[in-house]
């Protein structure tokens, strides 16, 4: 069960702790409990008539992990992280499962009309490089593996800049960066072999309207425009003014003109 309450983020009342827990976990149909989501892809992508490329996206294993184990947000994720170290034979086949049915959701959403897919691993950055080696990287890399003859596929393993290097050299397609990363410093750990995304602050849209457009365009230049996607290093909030959005679109659209 997922309850979604308003100002708390997604709340798993009964969180998973034993293997018991795990075995009452339902792998459902995809197709068949999350038919709305394709629904909705298809009628969007019927919308756009091929003018704007559609990105279908899920949650990485190990950020789904984090709220089945601890039953909602955490700052520091520190029972998702004793769950991993106490228990890891029980963390990699709940990780497997997990990354078993997101397989299965992001091919249907291809099916269903996605050019490409993203995975969020919004809580990477919880972990330790020797840590998200163990349990983060692989359940990525086995994502990208099995949609990569179907779309490009672009990973995003949030405060991780130190996966960057061995991302780019998996079959990804593309790496999403937050705001703690330098362009330069992206770069360089990519060895400009792969299409980077980000990595503007989306805190920095509170900021003046002009603000933010200048910032759009020096982050723009910092990244060059080849192998480059603009977008923010995360999530828009809930508190950012729908004209401040507009002015990073409109931004990385006049740039778009420039060249």
């Not at 709220?67 to 955490?74: D, I, L």
């Not at 910092?222 to 003014?241: E, R, S």
Request: hydrophobic share 40%; aromatic share 8%.
């Amino acid at each position: 069960e997922v309850q979604m309450n308003e100002g708390q983020g997604p709340l798993l009342p009964d969180p998973i702790k034993t293997p018991e827990d795990l075995q009452r976990v339902v792998v459902p149909d995809v197709a068949e409990r999350l038919h709305y989501v394709m629904d909705a892809i298809t009628l969007t992508k019927k919308t756009l008539d091929n003018k704007i490329p559609l990105i279908g996206f899920a949650g990485a294993p190990w950020t789904i992990l984090c709220y089945m184990v601890e039953g909602k947000g955490s700052k520091t994720w520190d029972k998702a992280k004793q769950f991993a170290y106490t228990q890891p034979a029980l963390a990699h086949q709940l990780l497997q499962k997990i990354t078993t049915i997101t397989i299965q959701y992001l091919k249907l959403q291809v099916k269903a009309g996605a050019d490409t897919v993203q995975v969020f691993d919004s809580w990477a950055g919880a972990l330790s490089p020797v840590d998200f080696k163990t349990f983060a990287q692989p359940y990525l890399i086995q994502i990208a593996d099995a949609l990569k003859e179907d779309v490009p596929v672009i990973l995003f393993p949030k405060g991780s800049w130190y996966a960057l290097k061995d991302l780019s050299e998996s079959s990804a397609a593309g790496l999403g960066i937050d705001w703690c990363v330098s362009p330069q410093m992206a770069r360089e750990l990519t060895g400009n072999k792969i299409t980077l995304q980000g990595n503007f602050d989306p805190s920095m849209l509170l900021a003046p309207i002009p603000n933010i457009k200048k910032a759009v365009t020096e982050m723009i230049d910092a990244f060059g425009t080849q192998k480059y996607i603009a977008n923010l290093g995360h999530g828009i909030t809930p508190n950012v003014p729908v004209e401040h959005a507009r002015a990073f679109v409109d931004a990385v659209k006049e740039y778009k003109k420039k060249i």
